[in-house]
């Protein structure tokens, strides 16, 4: 929920320059406009990436292919400091890392077109399709006594177990990569939609944020955490980055994904 109020505060300081009333534009519009983007996904149980192809089916309609990768959390994961120093912190009580890979298919409306070079396009959309989780186990160093006195210790890597250990056992997490050769897979479904400001002042660069809300359900519960219920279902809100081009059909050398990461002037397009 921080990084949703980030997010939503960043919009909301950027929010005069975005729908304030510019220049005019007098590029040439591409009325053809199939796009192609990649997002930055930031919501109330995890993150992640987005690559989004959308074609034209009429002027204010379009019909997309989308592919996401990410994390997903649990609402009950609360990371704390280790009892000892420059030990880092930890989720007590994790049992699972989970990743999840989805593809959709979806429609975008436009509501609203730009008028002008400081103006905003907005538009809803909507998307489903198959998702996939990825989970694997998270392993803890964990202080172990070598006499009775506990005057000695040695550090192993195991994984949590709600009957034994306790938060002072744990010295601080082992290896993000331990873990990746017991990776289990669960399949499910998912669906999202929301509203997307699109403020670029260039025609063939896209610049956009995105927010709604999506959900996520698989077969079975995915066993995120030991000491909290987990759930097969997942709900949240979002808010998201996009960048990306409009596909130029009468200039194929400008539509060039590397072209995003290059300094442009505006070019009037015939």
Known sequence: MKKLLIVFSLIAFCGQSLFA????????????RNERSFGILLNTNGMGISYRDARRINFLNKRYFEVEAGTLRHPKEYRQSSYYNQAGSFVFGKLNSVFY????????????????????????????????ALYKPVYYRILRPLTLDLTQFEIVDEKFDVTIHQPYDIYSRASFFKGFDELKLQPGLFAKGGFNFEYSKEEKMIHAIEIGAQINAFLKEIPI????????????????????????????ESNKLSNLFRRRNTQVVY
Do not use: C
């Not at 097969?232 to 194929?252: E, K, Q, T």
């Open 21 to 32: 009333q510019g220049e005019i534009d007098e590029q040439q519009k591409i009325f053809f």
């Open 225 to 252: 955490m030991a000491t909290a219920d987990n759930k097969s279902i997942y709900f949240s809100l979002f808010a998201s980055y996009r960048f990306g081009i409009v596909i130029d059909p009468l200039n194929p």
């Open 101 to 132: 890979l989805r593809a959709s298919i979806g429609r975008q409306h436009e509501m609203f077109k730009k008028a002008d070079l400081g103006g905003v396009a907005v538009r809803y959309f909507y998307s489903a399709g198959p998702a996939l």
